[in-house]
């Protein structure tokens, strides 16, 4: 059973593992990839190379290295297809699961239903369009597909030049391939995260409607975090909704539009509702202003001892604790049905 919403970290560490799950996705698609690739080229390799010094002669004849690199090439690009539909796929679970999510922690903190709706499938694929050509997905996935197809037409071509054997052909080729796999697990996690901030950014149009909502940036949990993102650990966003850092402005993480301030972003952002951090469980009085203070101030001395925003809440949600009540209490599974 999944673990109940209480809280905005409870929703991040959902969605954390969505994305997650769409990179291992991805990865797995393209380790598969390689070992079809090792085993073909070890089959070419024993049926026509002699010994090492006339490999690439062998393989050459009858276009037999061209046909087999242009085989490559070809699966290679049905892969970056697949790659493209799993990544939009993920991105638009995330965008719809992250609204309902914050809708139901919404909704159960106010005690009331503001009449939240599930997005369209137009809806979320239209906000989900980078509005910025070159920077869509398909854009981005045919670049790396073009990269590691001509990383591996040089590596096998200049392994076997070099009379290098098998075996060290498969170790340039592991590398290339490695890669490769690494920058399209970054699209992945890249992309998931534009969808939550994106998806974030819907659903608090929705609650301003019936409270003021502030958006604070949030850090990483742990200290891997670049500099930049660092030193906005904290902001509250203006008055517009924007966060700013030197020249640059955004309304969330990895929606700068900038490569280093985006691009393996892990950042997230939470939300005070009426200048309270929002939270539901049972019997428990999330709105009691002595509670939300106490909160509020061992958060700020967890943060001057060095701890991240994100680290300080988490401390101090374990450490202070609200008031008993009677109110109605429903979870995130029960309230969700109505949307089944």
Request: with cysteine.
């Amino acid at each position: 059973m999944a673990k109940q919403i209480h809280n905005q970290l409870d929703i991040i560490e959902r969605v954390d593992r969505m994305i997650e799950q769409s990179e291992s996705e991805v990865e797995e698609l393209l380790s598969k990839r390689l070992r079809e690739i090792l085993n073909s080229l070890s089959a070419m390799y024993n049926k026509f190379v002699v010994d090492d010094k006339t490999s690439y002669t062998d393989l050459n004849k009858y276009n037999r290295l061209s046909k087999e690199l242009e085989r490559i090439a070809n699966q290679l690009n049905e892969d970056y297809k697949a790659i493209v539909k799993m990544i939009e796929h993920s991105t638009e679970r995330i965008y719809v699961e992250q609204y309902l999510m914050m809708a139901y922690l919404f909704e159960v903190y106010q005690s009331t239903e503001d009449g939240f709706s599930l997005p369209t499938e137009d809806t979320v694929a239209a906000a989900l369009v980078n509005p910025i050509e070159f920077l869509r997905l398909p854009a981005v996935l045919k670049e790396h597909r073009n990269e590691i197809i001509r990383k591996l037409h040089i590596e096998i071509s200049s392994s076997l030049l070099a009379g290098e054997g098998y075996w060290k052909m498969a170790e340039r080729i592991e590398k290339a391939v490695g890669f490769s796999q690494y920058k399209a697990r970054a699209v992945a996690r890249t992309e998931g995260g534009r969808a939550r901030s994106l998806s974030d950014q819907a659903v608090t149009e929705e609650m301003k409607q019936y409270a003021d909502i502030d958006d604070v940036w949030l850090s990483s949990l742990d200290h891997k975090v670049r500099t930049a993102h660092r030193k906005l650990d904290g902001q509250v966003a203006d008055e517009e909704g924007y966060f700013h850092y030197k020249l640059w402005k955004a309304k969330g993480p990895h929606l700068w539009n900038v490569a280093k301030m985006d691009i393996n972003c892990r950042c997230v952002k939470l939300k005070l509702v009426n200048g309270q951090l929002p939270s539901v469980r049972r019997g428990r009085d999330y709105k009691d202003d002595k509670y939300q203070q106490k909160l509020a101030d061992r958060i700020d001395l967890y943060m001057e001892d060095g701890y991240t925003y994100a680290q300080a809440y988490k401390m101090a949600d374990k450490e202070i604790l609200p008031p008993s009540t009677t109110m109605p209490y429903v979870t995130f599974d029960e309230w969700r049905k109505r949307y089944s």
